[in-house]
C-alpha cells in the first residue's frame, strides 16, 4: 500500500472517530434532557417542587428530586457531580429560590434549557417579603405550576394540551387549601400563635393569625445558634402566659432549645402544630397542604 494511499485512510480514520465522539457527547446530552423513551426529564431541588412537577407532568415527563430525605438541609446541601450533570442536562429545573437553594441555583447557571426560580412567581402582593418559604403559599405553587406546563409544552408540544389539563385540576386542588384558610381568618382572626422557625409563614399569614414570635428567636433557630436568653424567655412567657394559641413547630429541624419549647406548650395547654419542610412519605403537594391548613384549624379551635 502507497504512503499517500495510508495518510488518506489515517486521515478518514480520524474523522470518522471524531464523528463517532461527536455524536456520543450529543447523545448524552440528549438522554439528560429525554429519557430513553423520548420523556423530558424534570429535575426539581427537593420533593416539594418535585410534587408539583409531577402533578403537571403526569406519565409524559419523568420527574426526579434531588432532596428526598427529611435530614437533608436545603440551605446547606453540596450537589454531588451526578446531581450537577442531571441539573445541567434536564429538559426542565425548577427550584425554590430566594437563597433556599441555593445549591440548584448555583448549579443551573449558564443552562439553556427552560429553568423555574419559584421565588421569583411570588405574587406582586409578597414582592416585599423575603421569607423565602414561598412553597407554603398556594398562589405562588400555582403559579410555578402553570410555567411547568407552559416550559414542558414548549418541548414536548405532542403533550402540551395534557400538560395544560392537568394544570387545571392541580389548581382546582390547591384552591382547597386556601377554602381552609380562609375559614380560619373568619372563625379565628389575628389569632396569636408562635412558630420555632418561620416556616409556616405564608400559611398563617393566609389564616390572618398573629405571629408573636420573637423574630431573633425563630431567627437564630434557622441558622443553627443559640437564641439569646432573653428571647428563650419571652418564649417561654407567652406560652405558660397562654398569650398565645399554637405553636408551629418544625419536627425536622429538632434541638435542645425547640425541643424544651414544645414540652413548655404542651405543659400549658397550648396545642402543637408539626410542620415540615419536606413532604412526609406518602401524601403529595396538596395534601400535605390540606393537613397543615387542616392542623392549625384544629389547633385554633
Same mark, same amino acid.
Given at each position: 500500500?502507497?504512503?499517500?494511499?495510508?495518510?488518506?485512510?489515517?486521515?478518514?480514520?480520524?474523522?470518522?472517530?471524531?464523528?463517532?465522539?461527536?455524536?456520543?457527547?450529543?447523545?448524552?446530552?440528549?438522554?439528560?434532557?429525554?429519557?430513553?423513551?423520548?420523556? #423530558?426529564?424534570?429535575?426539581?431541588?427537593?420533593?416539594?417542587?418535585?410534587?408539583?412537577?409531577?402533578?403537571?407532568?403526569?406519565?409524559?415527563?419523568? @420527574?426526579?428530586?434531588?432532596?428526598?430525605?427529611?435530614?437533608?438541609?436545603?440551605?446547606?446541601?453540596?450537589?454531588?457531580?451526578?446531581?450537577?450533570?442531571?441539573?445541567?442536562?434536564?429538559?426542565?429545573?425548577?427550584? !425554590?429560590?430566594?437563597?433556599?437553594?441555593?445549591? /440548584?441555583?448555583?448549579?443551573?447557571?449558564?443552562?439553556?434549557?427552560?429553568?423555574?426560580?419559584?421565588?421569583?412567581?411570588?405574587?406582586?402582593?409578597?414582592?416585599?417579603?423575603?421569607?423565602?418559604?414561598?412553597?407554603? !403559599?398556594?398562589?405562588?405553587?400555582?403559579?410555578?405550576?402553570?410555567?411547568?406546563?407552559?416550559?414542558?409544552?414548549?418541548?414536548?408540544?405532542?403533550?402540551?394540551?395534557?400538560?395544560?389539563?392537568?394544570?387545571?385540576?392541580?389548581?382546582?386542588?390547591?384552591?382547597?387549601?386556601?377554602?381552609?384558610?380562609?375559614?380560619? /381568618?373568619?372563625?379565628?382572626?389575628?389569632? #396569636?400563635?408562635?412558630?420555632?422557625?418561620?416556616?409556616?409563614?405564608?400559611? $398563617?399569614?393566609?389564616?390572618?393569625?398573629?405571629?408573636?414570635?420573637?423574630?431573633?428567636?425563630?431567627? /437564630?433557630?434557622?441558622?443553627?445558634?443559640?437564641?439569646?436568653?432573653?428571647?428563650?424567655?419571652?418564649?417561654?412567657?407567652?406560652? !405558660?402566659?397562654?398569650?398565645?394559641?399554637?405553636?408551629?413547630?418544625?419536627?425536622?429541624?429538632?434541638?435542645?432549645?425547640?425541643?424544651?419549647?414544645?414540652?413548655?406548650?404542651?405543659?400549658?395547654?397550648?396545642?402543637? @402544630?408539626?410542620?415540615?419542610?419536606? $413532604?412526609?412519605?406518602?401524601?403529595?403537594? @396538596?395534601?400535605?397542604?390540606?393537613?397543615?391548613?387542616?392542623?392549625?384549624?384544629?389547633?385554633?379551635?
Amino acid at each position: 500500500m502507497s504512503r499517500s494511499l495510508t495518510a488518506r485512510i489515517a486521515v478518514i480514520a480520524v474523522g470518522i472517530a471524531a464523528a463517532a465522539a461527536l455524536a456520543a457527547c450529543s447523545s448524552t446530552h440528549e438522554s439528560g434532557a429525554k429519557t430513553a423513551s423520548g420523556k #423530558p426529564t424534570i429535575i426539581a431541588s427537593t420533593n416539594v417542587w418535585g410534587s408539583v412537577a409531577t402533578a403537571v407532568a403526569g406519565p409524559d415527563a419523568q @420527574v426526579t428530586s434531588i432532596i428526598n430525605s427529611p435530614t437533608d438541609d436545603p440551605h446547606s446541601y453540596t450537589t454531588s457531580p451526578t446531581d450537577a450533570a442531571e441539573i445541567h442536562d434536564a429538559a426542565l429545573v425548577v427550584y !425554590n429560590g430566594g437563597h433556599y437553594d441555593e445549591f /440548584a441555583e448555583k448549579a443551573a447557571a449558564g443552562r439553556s434549557n427552560p429553568t423555574i426560580n419559584a421565588f421569583d412567581l411570588r405574587p406582586a402582593a409578597l414582592a416585599k417579603d423575603d421569607n423565602e418559604h414561598i412553597f407554603y !403559599n398556594p398562589d405562588t405553587v400555582s403559579a410555578v405550576a402553570a410555567k411547568i406546563a407552559a416550559d414542558l409544552g414548549s418541548v414536548d408540544a405532542a403533550h402540551a394540551q395534557a400538560y395544560n389539563d392537568r394544570l387545571i385540576q392541580f389548581q382546582s386542588r390547591l384552591k382547597n387549601i386556601g377554602t381552609i384558610t380562609d375559614q380560619i /381568618a373568619a372563625d379565628h382572626p389575628k389569632a #396569636p400563635v408562635m412558630q420555632t422557625e418561620p416556616i409556616a409563614h405564608y400559611l $398563617l399569614l393566609a389564616a390572618a393569625a398573629d405571629d408573636r414570635t420573637p423574630h431573633s428567636f425563630e431567627e /437564630a433557630i434557622e441558622q443553627g445558634t443559640d437564641p439569646a436568653p432573653a428571647d428563650v424567655a419571652a418564649v417561654r412567657g407567652l406560652l !405558660n402566659g397562654k398569650q398565645v394559641r399554637a405553636l408551629v413547630y418544625n419536627i425536622q429541624t429538632e434541638d435542645k432549645t425547640t425541643q424544651d419549647v414544645a414540652a413548655t406548650a404542651k405543659a400549658a395547654g397550648v396545642p402543637v @402544630v408539626d410542620v415540615t419542610e419536606t $413532604l412526609p412519605q406518602g401524601t403529595d403537594y @396538596v395534601g400535605w397542604q390540606t393537613q397543615n391548613a387542616k392542623a392549625l384549624a384544629a389547633a385554633l379551635s
